[in-house]
């Protein structure tokens, strides 16, 4: 026993010291030192090669986006602040017409109208799963929503080519396409990403706080309305960006049914475009350097930067909300 | 100490292991098993969590730590095999002797270190995997087997060190997680006891137990440190330290406060915090 | 609240009637809650069933006809097929997943057993932050940018595959770094106590511990991949040249496995010819494709279900 274990002191010999005769390592092993080493390794490679191609991902679009203003000798004022998009003509001046605010205008309002579209289902089916029937809402609640995040964003589309731009045209006329069909059709898709979220936000409310208030004599519906929801506002805030962040980056559903129109819309039933839909018809029919293609990247500029604006939104709630609740 | 051994009842396992080591430990008895020498911890480099402890823990003997809760027993207990190292921002000083070598400050094998001192938690945590899995799986990591009639054996004897074969002799391919609690444990034992640890450190081990497992697993300690195991045992139960230990260290507010024979400290402690723990003035 | 109606000897300082008033109109706000909210859950019920029904019962007749689910598309005539389509739509998914789960697996035992606490772990995990919001047209775009163009792949396979694989990854990275932290701590401490490295732990740990949690996040993730089209329009291309299933050269563009040929999937084929809108029967082809697509993802999400279960109970011996 004396000699019992020998940790492999700084010799730098890779063979695993043999610490007893009872246990001489019966097996050859790989050192647990280079097994640790290799382990971490690995990991980090592919933790690094994931950021790698984020970095890259940026650095590329901004490469890109950039060159309308810095080679192309487009204005800032013209890009944001132009209300006419037709970058193949150029306007009494000679400027080309490459004016996104139609487009900036179309994916903001598409993704503020189906958020408000979308925000009493989800908060009404996330309080239901939570508080009112918790075994019907994990067994079949859940699972139906989770099931409606599966369904593939074009078949959305489709379903509102098939059924909502009819049932708008019937309705108020005209073509049918535009922003209302576009932000009801969005509503449905994000629907599954906030409910759930809301669902986790409601759930992490501590029980005391709901024994506390019924305890003290609370309806279900008040404790609900004034302290479940109160607490868990920075969660259902949260879910409700990452919906609009995923709704403002929708292509294809989009595209679709919107009507696909670069001009600043007039009313909600009449053809628009957003950003995504724009790239979308775009980026196919010119050729990377042109003026054209460069105003369309920096248009995925625009989308990249806003999504990185609903991430940083998303961090700065959660920082108060850990402030409300201690 | 060594007479234990002889009146022992009969033991329906087999002897433990490697009975020329346990002889020589006898033979030497009193041998020194690991000595700790100033040992403190830091939380966060300015919270000190423990002050300046030196022990020495012998061979063949259970030693026991106890004290109040967040007295830094357990805390001492997770620097001997370096379990605190796990933890972020903690940081061990001083320094502690294991064969010789500083395991603290030198540049040592973690793993076998850990191979050669082990762990039992407070919470019985056997893997989610077969009862035999759990036995086997570190004898395989640490290519300590020859071949599978030999990895059957050595699980073997360990679950018969641990007191525990012949209940699950007939069940080695159930799921641990179906035993009782005591034999979660035991088995928990087992597995670090099939690596031929010479410590074994238990944390607590009986806290979440009812007792006639507690006394089992007393009874497993016992045995354990009678095949020549240091085994040092962290414990808020000063019946089960006076029951199962041949020395007592006390700990109060991360310091070390009193350690001798376990008699001695429950008979004629002297310092007057460890009386007042011991006639239940605070718990 | 009863006792506050019996009447009290000592001078009223509330007025019960108007306590008994407040509590029934609590009472009321309550059931009116209560009935609100049972319609929005069970209108949203009725909104999935609505649509599954829909889609389903419109592409029915084309869906299970054998000859629609094999003959190749047609342009400008009709009677066209999804048979390269589906086939493209597998092939992609398997390589993507090839490629995206052991990336994440990676990143994920990174993140959650190595990282240290410092800058570069949060700069990995603001970049994985970052990669999950972006849009997925973005992604796609990117992959035109560097995998199309700059190491001039074309439209691909290869280039749809990691453009899906970016899509992918924080998806997967996610279900994996949650399944790993929802394994009990006392299992890793075990480990390591035991002299197992971090890598052992993991490994023969904890992973066995989250593999029906992993499985299931995976195949799920597989419905997300296989629906998903903006990523896939710039780099898979959007052309399905018809396929040879005889030939097996490599570089053949009619050979199936060859993954430098573009390959039209089905999300995007509903897409394509719906936007140019030449194909005579273009509604009955996109609906059958839709039934198509939504079927498999259906048949993902029942996988997924009864896999995480078969398989929790086989690895831990229960």
Redesign the interface.
């Known amino acids: 026993m004396a000699e019992a274990v020998q940790p492999a002191a700084p010799a730098p010999q890779p063979a695993p010291q043999a610490p007893q005769a009872a246990r001489a390592r019966a097996k050859r092993m790989m050192p647990k030192k280079r097994v640790e080493l290799l382990g971490g390794g690995i990991s980090g490679a592919c933790a690094g090669l994931a950021t790698l191609l984020v970095v890259t991902l940026i650095f590329m679009v901004a490469q890109h986006g950039l060159a309308t203003f810095t080679t192309d000798g487009i204005s800032l004022a013209s890009f944001f602040g132009g209300t006419t998009w037709n970058p193949h003509s150029t306007d009494d001046a000679g400027a080309p017409l490459v004016g996104a605010l139609p487009m900036i205008i179309g994916s903001f309002g598409v993704t503020i109208m189906s958020t408000l579209f979308v925000f009493p289902f989800a908060i009404g089916a996330a309080i239901f799963v939570v508080e009112i029937q918790p075994t019907f809402g994990r067994k079949v609640l859940q699972p139906v929503i989770e099931l409606l995040v599966g369904i593939p964003s074009v078949v959305f589309g489709l379903l509102g080519l098939s059924i909502i731009v009819p049932f708008i045209r019937g309705i108020a006329g005209g073509t049918g396409y535009g922003l209302l069909a576009g932000s009801i059709v969005l509503a449905v898709m994000v629907l599954p990403t906030v409910t759930s979220l809301s669902i986790d936000a409601i759930a992490a409310v501590p029980k005391s706080y709901r024994e506390g208030s019924l305890g003290l004599g609370c309806s279900r519906w008040q404790t609900i309305w004034k302290v479940v929801l109160r607490s868990a506002l920075p969660g259902i805030m949260t879910a409700l960006i990452l919906g609009m962040t995923r709704a403002f980056g929708e292509a294809l559903a989009v595209q679709m049914v919107i009507g696909n129109a670069a001009v600043i819309p007039t009313s909600l039933v009449t053809p628009a475009a957003t950003l995504t839909s724009v790239l979308t018809m775009g980026m196919g029919n010119e050729a990377m350097g042109t003026m054209y293609n460069d105003v369309l990247w920096s248009l995925a500029l625009v989308l990249l930067a806003m999504s990185l604006a609903f991430i940083l939104i998303v961090h700065l709630i959660g920082r108060k909300g850990a402030k409300i609740n201690g | 100490m060594e007479q234990t051994k002889v009146n022992a009842p009969d033991a329906p396992s087999a002897p433990v ?2 009975h020329t ?1 346990v002889a ?2 006898r033979a030497v008895s009193k ?1 020194v098993a690991i000595r700790s020498n100033g040992t403190g911890v830091f939380y966060n480099t300015d919270q000190q969590a423990l002050h300046d402890v030196s022990l020495t823990f012998h ?1 063949g003997e259970v030693a026991a730590l106890i004290g109040p809760s967040g007295c830094g027993k357990s805390t001492f207990l997770r620097c001997l ?1 370096l ?1 605190n190292l ?1 933890i ?2 903690c940081r061990i000083v001083g320094s502690i002797d ?2 010789g ?1 500083d ?1 603290v400050n ?11 001192i ?2 039992v ?1 407070q ?1 019985p ?6 009862i035999y ?1 759990n036995v086997a ?2 004898l395989t ?6 071949n599978s009639t ?1 990895l059957d054996d050595q699980v073997e004897e360990a679950l018969r060190a641990a007191v525990l074969w012949d209940e699950v002799k007939d069940d080695l ?6 035993l009782s609690g005591g034999q979660q444990q035991r088995l ?1 034992i087992a ?2 006891l099939a ?2 640890p ?1 410590v074994l450190l238990m944390d607590e081990p009986c806290s979440a137990l009812d007792p006639i497992a507690t006394r089992a697993i007393e009874d497993t300690a016992r045995r354990i440190a009678d095949t ?1 195991i240091c085994v040092i045992i962290v414990t808020h139960n000063m019946q089960q330290a006076a029951r199962v230990s041949d020395t007592t260290s006390f700990f109060y507010l991360g310091e070390m406060v009193e350690t001798g024979p376990t008699e001695r400290i429950f008979t004629a402690p002297e310092d007057e915090r460890l009386q007042a723990y011991i006639s239940g003035q605070f718990g | 609240m009863a006792n506050t109606a019996t009447p009290q000897p000592a001078p009223r300082l509330i007025d019960p009637d108007a306590v008994v008033a407040h509590v029934e109109k609590a009472r009321r706000q309550s059931k009116a809650a209560t009935v609100i909210l049972t319609a929005i859950a069970g209108a949203i019920c009725v909104l999935l069933a609505a649509i599954l029904v829909y889609i389903i019962s419109a592409g029915a007749s084309k869906a299970f006809d054998p000859a629609f689910l094999t003959s190749p598309p047609q342009q400008f005539k009709e009677g066209g097929g999804i048979g390269p389509e589906l086939f493209n739509s597998f092939y992609l998914l398997v390589l993507t997943l090839v490629i995206s789960i052991p990336l994440s697996l990676g990143a994920a035992i990174f993140l959650v057993e190595y990282a240290p606490d410092n800058w570069v772990t949060r700069a990995v995990k603001t970049a994985i932050e970052v990669l999950s919001s972006l849009p997925s047209i973005v992604v796609g775009l990117f992959g035109f940018l560097l995998f199309v163009l700059q190491m001039s792949w074309g439209f691909s396979i290869i280039s749809g595959a990691l453009a899906l694989t970016m899509f992918n990854i924080p998806i997967l990275l996610r279900v994996i770094q949650q399944a790993l932290e929802a394994v009990p701590t006392d299992q890793r401490d075990a480990g390591l106590a035991l002299g197992m490295t971090r890598w052992e732990t993991t490994v023969h740990i904890l992973l066995p511990c989250a593999m029906p949690a992993i499985i299931t996040g995976v195949i799920l993730s597989a419905g997300r991949v296989f629906g998903e089209a903006a990523a896939l329009i710039y780099t898979a291309g959007q052309s399905a040249p018809a396929l040879d299933f005889t030939s097996f050269d490599l570089t053949n563009p009619a050979c199936p496995w060859n993954i430098w040929r573009p390959a039209e999937t089905l999300a995007v084929h509903i897409w394509k010819i719906n936007s140019e809108g030449v194909v005579p029967d273009l509604t009955a082809v996109s609906d059958g494709t839709a039934a198509v697509l939504v079927i498999c993802i259906l048949a993902f999400n029942l996988i997924a279900r009864f896999a995480g279960r078969r398989l929790s109970k086989k690895l831990t011996a229960e």
């Open positions: 292991s490697s080591q020589a430990a041998e061979k095999n379990m796990e972020p921002h294991y064969h070598v395991i030198e540049k040592i094998n973690l793993f076998d270190v850990r191979t050669s082990g762990m938690f919470q945590n056997p893997f989610r995997k077969s899995d799986l570190a990591r640490h290519g300590m087997a020859a030999n391919k159930k799921s641990a997680w179906a928990c597995r670090t690596l031929h010479d020549g």
